[in-house]
């Protein structure tokens, strides 16, 4: 056995004697007990928690990670220029040399926008995009995490009319 289980157990025996032998002293029997009572369950539910390898353990999630991936990079804004779905830096995440901070609709640079690629399908995108999000120095959950690409096909924005 592991000796921090021991010395968990050895911690809780000591600690849970100690309070109720103090309220006993002091002619509190009825908040003896009720210390007692409540610093074994304390001390069943931490151990089984942390010393048990199938207690009360939390289940890891199940499916897909993220479960939702956003049609642009992490906190960029999907914007519509001369009829083709872009986004843009409203808040200046960006690293420095990276994209500029948009705050003009007559800012039209390449250095403002980040293309979606809605004409490319499949790893081609993906890859463009991996590339892009690199390029400009922003994050996408699920699709560039800054070091990786995780070949992730984001989903494409709606047509605008």
């Known amino acids: 056995m592991d000796y921090l289980f021991w010395a968990y157990v050895f911690f809780s025996c000591i600690l849970t004697s100690g309070a109720t032998y103090y309220y006993y002293s ?3 029997q009825i908040s003896s007990g009720v210390v007692f009572i409540g610093f074994i369950f304390i001390s069943v539910f931490f151990g089984l928690r942390w010393f048990s390898t199938s207690g009360l353990q939390l289940k890891p999630p199940t499916g ?5 991936i956003n049609y642009c990079p992490d906190f960029l804004t999907l914007y519509t220029v001369n009829n083709e ?3 843009i830096d409203t808040v200046g995440v960006a690293e420095t040399g990276g994209m500029s901070k948009w705050s ?6 390449e250095k403002y926008l980040f293309h979606l690629f809605t004409n490319l399908t499949g790893s081609s ?4 995009l991996c590339q892009q999000a690199k390029d400009k120095k922003v994050t996408w959950e699920g699709v560039w995490d800054g070091s ?8 494409l924005p709606r047509a605008t009319p």
């Open 26 to 28: 002091i002619k509190q």
């Open 64 to 68: 897909a990670w993220p479960p939702l």
């Open 85 to 87: 779905s872009v986004c």
């Open 104 to 109: 003009d609709p007559t800012q039209q640079d």
């Open 125 to 128: 995108r993906v890859k463009a």
């Open 148 to 155: 990786v690409c995780s070949e992730t096909v984001p989903p």
